[in-house]
């Protein structure tokens, strides 16, 4: 066998009559066994099969395992010790593999001299050997990457799980030898993903979800996902758009966006997103919009509101927004979300078109009511309740009802139907809308875009489709808002409104808003790593002003 140095001048394992480089990658383990150990083969066998993403290799004779690799074997070998005949790890809890490689690397077979990452197995009727190996690479895997407070598969002598903060010294002091001081420093400081964060969006997938169907590389095998998938369930979210774009650009698949204008009435969007976002201009009451919407019809729902093209394009004109308003008109003569969905088109197009990406995207109305209204609220209660573990919201009434999913205050509700109380008025909740978002993945399996946002926990009730037989996947993003500043300076924390992030465009001009959006689109956390979770980034837009807002997740803040 031949050896090189990398850069820090460590020992790399030449193995194979070609001399390929077989040093282990971080975040990339490298599996490796004998070639005459039949069961440590069919562990490797099993390996390849998955999709946890590792590496694999059989050695020949005379071979040694590359430096770092994890070297897999029999471990019910019998072996000499002392001159005395023994069990070559003769000390197993009650399952497969002992993976406690701190207290076997001492007995591990010639082969396997070279490395410190040992995994001795043997068969075992308790349990699932597929199951087993699974987890075990699992586990590797995440260590490699880096990723913090990540239960790891070695385990105390009393079968307590530990933390790579509990091992043996002289063990890491191999480790190191292994895998170099730098990146074991790196592994051992990796951030831990503080108490304050544990529910958010990003925390939830990086400790719930199992690490093959979470997507951190636009090259991963997204399994059989043929779209990536997000929503808002307002009528439009200029922030939440961009980002599902993102996504899709990244992952090289088309994007299925949806808004939801069957839920919150006409008249909250116009006096919670448009009024605040009008005022970058000038100073606007809410009676201005009565020329956009009667007052006396902001109680409807947005699909049952029909924009007329002429009062359109007048309004937009009385309300300032003349470089977006004949625009704006030529696409109304369609339902109010309709024409908000048109208006997040063209921002998408605008978007790519500035940052020479290309992603296919279409945006509807979320079909979630219409393909489960015969479900009965019993059943969509319970299958919430036992998805999330907790209590959540499943409906929403036109009175300002809440519906839990545990159906405290309102059992009356069980059995009926939702078609029914849709055609009252009434509205999926947060909670109902995850999991049937999540259940489509029993249709056709595809990306699920995962929010850092503050109420995170909600995903929890997607675990179930990342599991076999299902082939749902998960891309964490971070947490993005785009902001309007007023005329005066005052920032209002609410989502723009996309027809005046139009009017924006218009008024920035050509150049302006192309080098406005590479930096919008270069601020968007796509995918969210570890160490950012907590991190919230704010873009802050006026009419002559562009702001890219930065908070770490330390508070910190940058501009």
Not at 4 to 17: N, S, T, V, Y
Not at 80 to 100: C, F, Y
Request: hydrophobic residues 40%; aromatic residues 10%.
């Amino acid at each position: 066998m031949n050896t090189k140095k990398d850069e820090r001048g460590l020992p790399l394992f030449i193995a194979g009559k070609d001399e390929e480089l077989v040093h282990n990658k971080k975040g990339v383990p490298l599996f490796v066994c004998h070639k005459k150990d039949s069961l440590a083969l069919k562990c490797l066998e099993i390996l390849k099969a998955s999709k946890v993403g590792c590496l694999v290799r059989v050695l020949n004779e005379g071979q040694l395992a590359p430096v770092g690799s994890i070297a897999i074997y029999d471990g019910t070998e019998e072996i000499t010790v002392n001159g005395e005949k023994a069990r070559r790890n003769d000390q197993w809890p009650s399952r497969h593999m002992r993976v406690a490689a701190h207290r076997t690397y001492e007995r591990r077979p010639h082969w396997a001299e070279s490395t410190p990452f040992v995994v001795p197995v043997r068969t075992s009727a308790h349990g699932s050997l597929q199951s087993a190996v699974l987890e075990m690479a699992t586990m590797y895997t995440r260590w490699f990457r880096g990723e913090a407070g990540v239960t790891l598969p070695w385990e105390t002598w009393n079968g307590q799980r530990t933390t790579k903060r509990d091992l043996m010294e002289s063990w890491l002091d191999l480790v190191q030898g292994a895998v170099g001081k730098e990146a074991l420093g790196e592994i051992m400081a990796s951030h831990k993903i503080p108490e304050k964060y544990q529910d958010r969006g990003g925390a939830i997938v990086f400790n719930h979800f199992p690490v093959q169907r979470i997507v951190m590389d636009g090259e991963h095998n997204a399994g059989k996902a043929s779209y990536v998938s997000f929503g808002t369930s307002s009528l439009a979210s200029p922030h939440d758009f961009v980002q599902a774009l993102k996504s899709a650009a990244f992952m090289r698949k088309p994007l299925r966006f949806f808004t939801y204008g069957a839920a919150y009435n006409a008249g909250r969007h116009l006096s919670e997103r448009l009024l605040p976002s009008l005022q970058i201009f000038g100073d606007v009451d809410e009676c201005a919009l009565n020329t956009l919407l009667p007052k006396d019809r902001w109680g409807e729902k947005p699909l049952d509101i029909v924009m007329d093209p002429i009062v359109v394009r007048e309004a937009f004109r009385k309300l300032g927004l003349n470089g977006i308003a004949s625009t704006a008109a030529e696409l109304a003569n369609c339902d109010m979300a309709e024409w908000y969905r048109r208006a997040l088109g063209l921002i998408g197009v605008r978007i790519l078109a500035d940052v020479k990406t290309y992603a296919d995207f279409s945006i509807f109305e979320e079909d979630l009511p219409d393909t489960n209204a015969n479900m009965k609220v019993s059943t969509l209660a319970q299958e919430v309740q036992e998805a999330l573990g907790h209590s959540g919201n499943i409906l929403n009434g036109p009175n300002g009802e809440n519906v839990p999913s545990d159906l405290i205050g309102y059992s009356t509700l069980a059995d009926t139907k939702l078609e029914r109380l849709f055609s009252e008025g009434w509205w999926l909740g947060g909670a109902s809308i995850y999991y049937l978002w999540f259940k489509n993945a029993e249709i056709a399996p595809f990306v699920a875009m995962v929010n850092d946002g503050d109420w995170g926990k909600v995903n929890l009730v997607g675990r179930k489709w990342t599991q076999s037989p299902y082939d749902l996947h998960v891309l964490p993003v971070g947490y993005f808002r785009i902001y309007p500043r007023t005329h005066t300076g005052v920032v209002h924390h609410v989502a723009i409104d996309p027809w005046v992030l139009l009017e924006l465009h218009e008024r920035w001009g050509t150049n302006l808003t192309r080098m406005y959006n590479n930096r919008l689109w270069n601020a968007l956390e796509v995918p969210l790593h570890r160490e950012n979770v907590g991190k919230r980034t704010y873009v802050e837009v006026g009419e002559s002003e562009f702001m890219v807002r930065v908070v770490e997740p330390d508070n910190r803040v940058s501009s």
